[in-house]
């Protein structure tokens, strides 16, 4: 399936556009497309919205989708020590197991209103495992971009370097990265590629200077976990007598298409030196409660000029792909921290979550909501399919402080409603669950 190439609409809803929520409106889109937002024309045809409020899709910008079959992995342990676990379940990991969880940790994001996903996927010599991945995305037929993971130096401790036993020659992971873009240039437009780096640690300063040529040559982002703990600077500075920030400037790995993940203990100092190369941050509220690691400091990023996107991280971290959860928790965390109830209200959360890291990774703009010429990726939120939400006081605060995906009815992708009535139409859920549950049968 592929991408609407007919018009179509969301006809009669309320939708969230310029920043305010407007009554009775159509929403057109040709060739996946918005093409014009007006008032209610009544015959026009198209999908349904009279009672629904419809905002753009969520991006979540920062996922790893092979995790969603280790939920609950080292519960209770600090970062270092959760990796390992992580990592042997990444080893172990076969294409059919990739496939399902890539699926239906795509699908479970879909269903909480996410339509973009930026897939970190950890290093793996196996084209197998990529294609199954990719295989998985394109029958979800969610939109993504797909991060290729790399790295060229090799340690098994995984504090100044990676696992050895998932490295591979960085000319040979570019390659096959050229590989998946072709591929993906065949299909229906929603998957663009990137590049995945774990950390810091796991480049050589030679390593960056290839990933950065190779990713600026084809217009790619660069996504890499930084400064989560203190780890990265405390390994690069034993290394390389540089905090992990300085590092990265002195290697020339900081430019406009890098997301920097998590930056949990980023300083001011660090925030203005991304700000000042147009790097973009991944705000991952949930995984970091979980893992102990930390409230990133959100606020003064956004005062020092960086762009900030939501991320849910990975389901061994997070143990969802609900965006609605980190929305509320985003914002929640940062009350809670500064002592402030007036941080991060609904309107500034919803353009984190929409659209606040989209420059870094090649999107359009969908800051204030639905806007022409941007990708018909939309969400039709019904507040009544759950009494706990209601009444609604105000959409926006709504979504904020009680949003679940039950509200969820449809997801469109690039114009094709990929999710009606909070069910998947391209792929058999009940088949799903039980392929799932088939892999450790009780």
């Known amino acids: 399936m592929t991408a609407s190439t007919t018009p179509g609409a969301v006809v009669d809803a309320t939708v969230y556009t310029g920043g305010a929520w407007v009554p009775h409106q159509d929403i057109l889109f040709v060739d996946g497309t918005v093409s014009e937002i007006r008032d209610h024309v009544p015959g026009t045809s198209g999908i349904d919205g009279s009672g629904a ?42 294409p059919e197991q990739a496939y399902l969880a890539a699926a239906s940790g795509a699908l479970e994001a879909l269903r909480s209103g996410t339509t973009t996903l930026v897939e970190h996927m950890w290093p793996s010599p196996s084209a197998e495992l990529h294609d199954a991945v990719m295989r998985a995305l394109e029958d979800v037929g969610v939109r993504v971009v797909f991060g290729r993971g790399v790295t060229d130096r090799v340690d098994a401790t995984r504090k100044w370097g990676s696992d050895p036993r998932l490295v591979q020659p960085l000319d040979e992971a570019l390659a096959h990265t050229d590989e998946l873009a072709a591929r993906a240039a ?35 982002t660069v996504s890499i976990h930084l400064l989560e703990t203190t780890t990265d600077d405390d390994m690069c500075r034993a290394h390389t007598g540089l905090g992990a920030v300085d590092f990265l400037e002195a290697s020339g790995f900081l430019w406009d298409r890098l997301l920097a993940v998590h930056c949990v203990e980023l300083s001011p100092e660090g925030m203005a030196k991304l700000a000042a190369r147009g790097v973009a941050v991944s705000y991952n ?46 914002s929640y965390v940062q009350r809670a921290f500064h002592r402030r109830a007036d941080l991060l209200p609904a309107a500034e959360m919803l353009d984190i979550a929409f659209s606040g890291a989209n420059r870094v990774l090649g999107l359009p703009d969908s800051s204030g909501g639905v806007a022409l010429g941007a990708p018909a990726d939309l969400t039709l939120v019904r507040f009544p399919r759950d009494f706990a939400v209601l009444p609604v006081r105000d959409p926006s605060a709504s979504l904020l402080t009680t949003g679940t995906p039950r509200l969820v009815d449809t997801v469109l992708v690039g114009g094709e409603a990929v999710i009606v009535d909070g069910r998947s139409t391209r792929l058999d859920e009940a088949d799903l669950a039980a392929r799932i549950l088939a892999l450790n049968p009780s």
């Open 186 to 220: 065949k299909g229906d437009g929603r998957i663009s590629m990137a590049l995945a780096v774990p950390n810091p640690r796991c480049l050589t300063p030679e390593g960056m200077a290839a990933v950065r040529a190779f990713a600026e040559a084809r217009d790619m």
């Open 285 to 330: 509220p949930v995984s970091n409660m979980r893992l102990g690691s930390g409230v990133a400091p959100v606020p003064a990023m956004l005062a020092a000029g960086l762009g900030v996107g939501l991320g849910v991280d990975g389901a061994a971290s997070n143990d969802t792909q609900d965006m609605l959860e980190s929305l509320r928790m985003g």
């Open 53 to 94: 409020h419809v905002v753009p899709g969520f991006v979540n910008t920062h996922t790893h989708l092979q995790q969603t079959l280790m939920r609950g992995v080292g519960e209770g342990l600090p970062l270092l020590t959760w990796l390992l676990s992580v990592a042997e379940d990444t080893v172990a990991l076969t």
